[in-house]
């Protein structure tokens, strides 16, 4: 696979780079003024298809028709009045596959059209000898590489892969909820022998049918994907026709974590999936491995697995209304990062122990590696609440979590594996990587190796340095580490002095040294670009529910909610589509809130920009709540003041915590108050920052707005260093 090198400016094409469902081009306040809620990214940024003739319109429904993979796509054509559908004549590269259409419900004629090898394809429509319209579509393999490439190697297929891609048929198991109360959870179900104890549930669509659910398991992307939906075997399904019990609405769950996988794992999709609140309402439950952020963390491997998925499901299942997400931790990175990055692929994510992405929380954990490292060494005696001041955080439980329990700076070491685990994650979710011992990265006897770093796993986000390794987007040039304590008098003079003169940093291969590091040229601008370091200007359109518990010594900082909202107000004007509940609010009340929220966004067909409507459409169970650990009521500005801080808020910088790299200025004693420092003081400190101290008073160094759809390969599958847009459809 050969590269190519992108730059552009770091601007936005604002528009409609959307996947959802329904039909599945919309709800980006693009050309139609979004009065289409669900969709996937269209022809172009607004302007009409080229395919498109007075003649017949010919729509792809599964995807954009440039996207397609496995083989299938769903396809919709619309003749012209005065031409009848049952006269045209719709061929594939000249092959007649007019039997795959025909007028479906809805008086739509519509066909999966199936058997497309990877590459090119002329789907055109014929009335006689006259050629109608033509659109091509370009199917890619089912093993991916359609927004990213190279794909991470080495890659373990389980047993039963028919090729290196992991390749094997769907396979379908059947669950079902018994009437009996004694019968705890989901049991085995035999469609050839029904049992006689099958619970009924209503639906939100008021249909009263049996509590049995098929959950599909398949293989995309080289890894696997679960779908549970209710479901009657005895009766038909078709993409034109799905069974009444499902109510054509989605629900992605994700699993927590950020990790490097280098081999296949479904040790908890299956699970996942089998949400009895939402599959009672007669949702569709996907659970896909490769947005497992503690089994793949980077951000155009999620959405592109994401986007197949839901493929899948409109092209086996039916056009969806609308998706929406739901997850916890890395859970909140995946669906917060991709919603902001990939239009379309949510309407809502409800999120809980909310991380706003990988790449901005990934500065703290390493800010904790080298904190934690000072304070293990230095001769200068710190309190434990001295330590934490310096830090950040209400006390020092927090980096030791970060480091010791979750490990997550393996994510910076090329060497770390996942050494230990935690129950109910995914093997990968402390972070570092699963590859073989013998595949590895080693500097003496293996060098070329797998290197077990989240930016190594995504080196064609970041892009390589000389040395090959992926470029490193972290930097604490210039940093003032426990700024805010000195300046509050909670540490001394002394203690500032030699913490900033000491902390160092880590090589390229995580050994400590004595310097600070710069991140490497390139690696900043790719990390706003691609959404890693997540600026939100795409979540405007996005109905968001934030789920916040107290924990004041644990990783998920109460700041982190308020750190979104504040990325929401920069870029959008507002945060008028995000709520906030603080120790208030169930998983089911937020299923509840989310899909009247969306629904009545959906209801609404004028031309209303999409974002507008978001704000429009809020129910009133989706205000800010607020409550105490007992269930007592609190402002929010009390909520607001329970917010921990972190070790860059700590240095000065603002709530919204996305400067990968500061821009500098010169020392200067007044900047510091009433802190005296002595002349020998002084020195060192101008000696432990040469080029200037940060200044967050100013954007970071090239910090940017995110590009929306990136891709990492071109049309020819080129790799694409640093990504680009998706081009318009010819």
């Known amino acids: 696979m050969s590269e190519k090198t992108w730059s552009g400016r770091g601007g936005v094409l604002l528009a409609a780079w959307c996947i959802g469902g329904g039909a599945l081009l919309a709800g980006c306040g693009g050309g139609d003024g979004g009065a289409r809620f669900a969709g996937l990214p269209p022809a172009s940024t607004g302007n009409p298809p080229a395919t498109t003739t007075e003649a017949a319109d010919i729509k792809v429904l599964s995807n954009r028709a440039d996207l397609v993979s496995g083989g299938d796509a769903l396809v919709e054509i619309v003749p012209a009045a005065g031409i009848a559908a049952s006269a045209l004549r719709i061929e594939l590269d000249g092959t007649d596959v007019s039997s795959a259409f025909a007028m479906r419900p809805g008086e739509r004629f519509m066909g999966l059209v199936t058997g497309m090898s990877e590459g090119r394809h002329l789907l055109s429509a014929r009335a006689g000898d006259t050629a109608l319209s033509s659109l091509v579509i370009t199917n890619h393999a089912n093993g991916g590489r359609i927004l990213y490439g190279p794909q991470i190697q080495p890659w373990a297929c389980d047993a039963g892969a028919q090729d290196a891609d992991c390749n094997r048929p769907v396979s379908y198991s059947f669950k079902y909820l018994s009437s009996d109360p004694a019968v705890a959870g989901f049991q085995p179900y035999d469609p050839a022998r029904p049992p006689a104890d099958i619970a009924t549930t209503t639906t939100d669509q008021g249909r009263t049918v049996p509590f049995v659910v098929r959950i599909e398991t398949g293989v995309q992307d ?81 959405a592109e697995a994401t986007m197949m998925a839901k493929e899948r499901i409109v092209e ?9 997400g ?44 080298l904190l934690r490292n000072y304070f293990g060494r230095t001769a200068t005696a710190w309190t434990p609440d001295q330590q ?171 700041h982190r909610s308020w750190t979104l909202r504040a990325r929401l107000d920069r870029a959008n004007g507002g945060h008028a589509n995000q709520a906030i509940w603080y120790q208030a609010g169930s998983q089911r009340e937020a299923y509840d809130t989310m899909d009247a929220w969306l629904g009545a966004i959906e209801r609404d067909g004028g031309a209303t920009p999409l974002a507008q409507k978001v704000i429009a459409h809020r ?73 200037g101290v940060c200044d967050f008073g100013r954007p970071g160094k090239g910090q940017q707005l995110t590009r929306f759809w990136q891709t990492y390969l071109d049309t020819l599958g080129q790799v694409v260093v640093g990504g680009m847009p998706l081009p318009d459809l010819p």
């Open 388 to 558: 934490a001041a310096a830090s950040g955080h209400l006390n020092t439980a927090v980096c030791t979590e970060w480091i010791d329990f979750y490990k997550f700076n393996n994510n910076l070491n090329p060497y770390a594996t996942n050494i230990a685990n935690i129950p109910g994650t995914s093997p990968t979710a402390l972070g570092g990587c699963d590859a073989p011992p013998g595949a590895r990265y080693d500097a003496t006897f293996n060098p070329g190796g797998a290197r077990c770093t989240s930016a190594d796993s995504a080196i064609s986000i970041f892009g390589k340095r000389p040395d090959g390794f992926a470029n490193r987007p972290y930097s604490n040039v210039g940093l003032q580490y426990g700024l805010l304590a000195l300046k509050a008098g909670r540490i001394s003079a002394e203690q500032f002095v030699d913490l900033n003169a000491n902390i160092g940093s880590h090589t390229i291969d995580y050994a400590l040294q004595a310097p600070r590091v710069a991140a490497d040229p390139g690696a900043i601008e790719a990390s706003y670009r691609s959404g890693s370091f997540n600026q939100a200007n795409g979540l405007g359109q996005v109905a968001i529910i934030d789920i916040r518990t107290l924990d004041i010594s644990g990783i998920h900082h109460q």
């Open 619 to 691: 129910p009133a169970s989706a205000n800010d709540r607020c409550g105490s650990a007992d269930g007592t009521g609190l402002s929010m500005l009390e909520c607001t003041g329970l917010a921990d801080g972190s070790t860059r808020m700590a240095a000065g910088e603002a709530i919204t915590g996305d400067v990968l790299e500061c821009q500098l200025v010169p020392l200067d004693r007044a900047s510091y108050g009433t802190v005296v420092f002595s002349d020998a003081q002084w020195s060192r400190l101008k000696a432990a920052f040469p080029t």
């Open 222 to 302: 080289r890894d696997y994907y679960d779908l549970a939906v209710l479901f009657d075997p005895a009766k038909p399904w078709a993409p034109w026709q799905p069974q009444a019990a499902w109510n054509r609405k989605l629900l992605i769950q994700h699993g927590s974590g950020c990790g490097n996988g280098y081999g296949q794992s479904n040790a908890l999709s299956s699970q996942r999936v089998l949400d009895r609140d939402a599959l009672s309402r007669g949702f569709a439950v996907l659970a896909v491995s490769l947005n497992d952020s503690g089994h793949n963390c980077n951000i155009a491997v999620q």
């Open 326 to 369: 739901y997850g916890t931790s890395g859970g909140a990175i995946a669906q917060q990062w991709m919603a902001n990055a990939y239009p379309g692929l949510y309407q809502g994510i409800i999120v809980g122990a909310s991380f706003p992405d990988a790449g901005s929380t990934g500065n703290e954990v390493e800010d904790c590696a």
């Open 316 to 324: 086996a299942y039916g056009e969806l209304r609308y998706t929406f």
